[in-house]
């Protein structure tokens, strides 16, 4: 019986006082994320395929998965020269996505600034920005890679070649959210053809699209900060609030409740490449 009596207090000891920790998150309210662009895409025979897309939802809590899309906003944009508003329509179950139609006959004028006008809740959110010119991709292949680590990843060189005689900054976005900076420094590359090496998680028999967006400075660092602090976010940035992330677009109503999210207007070109497994490469 002493030996019972004894096992049971030990029992207790380990289990019956366990204590339950609260772990006290950051908690921040939810604010309006707009993703906005407006694309000048290169398609063939010197054309170009002229769109506005702009996403609009609000900033979740931690560990929630759910996103939150605003669809009864009001979005516009103006091209400032000539005072044409095109008005971008909500698609319906395309979760908080508004284009143009294209009816609008939307041709983007590089001489101009063109100004985002984004309604929700009576407060209105601004934005204006100019085309950022970009330049072809040369070439973009498929390389093997020369380490035995992250076999499951497949690296593809792309080349192209900067634009003269002027300041550039570029972006790749290569899909799903993934935009990528390049280091471009016209000091030493001014005019010249570029090489640089992008490295991917392995998607077997796929055909990766790049698109090579033209960027100024501000887009460019922004891109960084947002690569830097989402980290490894599967999610991205946005998908819950640990910070303040402060794009291009202003609250002009209240300038400190500002929203996440940027109006980036782009002349982008693009380039399929075929994927194959590492192991077929030569």
Known sequence: MKKISSLFIIFFALFGCEEVIDVDLPKSPAR??????????????????????????????FFSTAPNYVEN?????????????????????????????PSDNLVIDPNSAYKLTVVHNNITYESTEQLNP????????????????????????????????????????????NLQAIEHEDFFQDGAQTPTTQFFEEIKGDVFKIRFLGS???????????????????????????????????????????????FRVNEVFTKDVSLIPNNQLE
């Open 32 to 61: 309006l994320v707009i993703n906005a662009a407006l694309e000048r895409v290169y398609e063939t025979n010197n054309t170009f395929e002229d769109q506005a897309r702009v996403r609009i939802s609000f900033s979740t809590p």
């Open 73 to 101: 906003a009001s979005v516009s944009i103006t091209h400032l020269n000539t005072g044409q508003i095109f008005n971008l329509l909500n698609t319906p179950f395309n979760e908080g996505l508004y284009k143009n139609a």
């Open 134 to 177: 970009s330049t072809p991709i040369d070439s973009a292949v498929q390389v093997k890679r020369e380490s035995d680590f992250d076999t499951d990843e497949f690296a593809v060189e792309i080349k192209y070649t900067d634009i003269p005689n002027m300041e550039n900054f570029y972006v790749f976005d290569f899909g799903w959210g």
């Open 216 to 262: 100024d400075k501000r887009f460019h660092s922004y891109v960084n900060a947002i690569i830097e602090l989402s980290g490894e976010s599967s999610n991205g940035p946005f998908a819950t609030t640990p910070f303040d992330a402060r794009g291009n677009i202003a609250n002009t109503t209240d300038p400190d409740d500002f929203p996440f999210g940027y």
